[in-house]
């Protein structure tokens, strides 16, 4: 697994909050401490890191990765694992062939619907 650095990861204004007494900012580790891999409450990860969605939307695929941090929201039940954009791969483009398949099978779904 590839880490980012723990300086990179460091968000100034939640190193604010948690240094504030009486506060404390949920699913906050950047360094990987507590929960395995570097984690980042909802909305805050750095730029960078993107989900797989994410990628998909850019064009890109994680391309074998494994994940380098996660968001975690939810008390802790809900995960999305973060990919490093400089490390993503293109997405691939299907075959003629491969599209041709998809074409049958979705022809093949819609006619057992209306079967039924």
Known sequence: MHSIPASA?????LDRL????????????????????????????PKNLKTR????????????QAPVAQILWRKGGRVAYLYDITRALPKRTPTSRQLAALGKAQCARRTQRDAT
Do not use: E, M, S
């Not at 990861?9 to 204004?13: E, S, T």
């Not at 240094?19 to 580790?29: L, R």
């Not at 969605?53 to 994680?62: D, N, S």
């Open 53 to 64: 969605r994410q990628l998909a939307t850019l064009g890109l695929r994680p391309g074998g």
């Open 9 to 13: 990861a460091r968000i100034p204004q």
């Open 18 to 45: 948690n240094a504030t007494p009486g506060t404390q900012v949920v699913f906050y580790d950047p360094t990987g401490c507590q929960y395995g891999l570097p984690t980042y409450p909802w909305k805050w990860a």
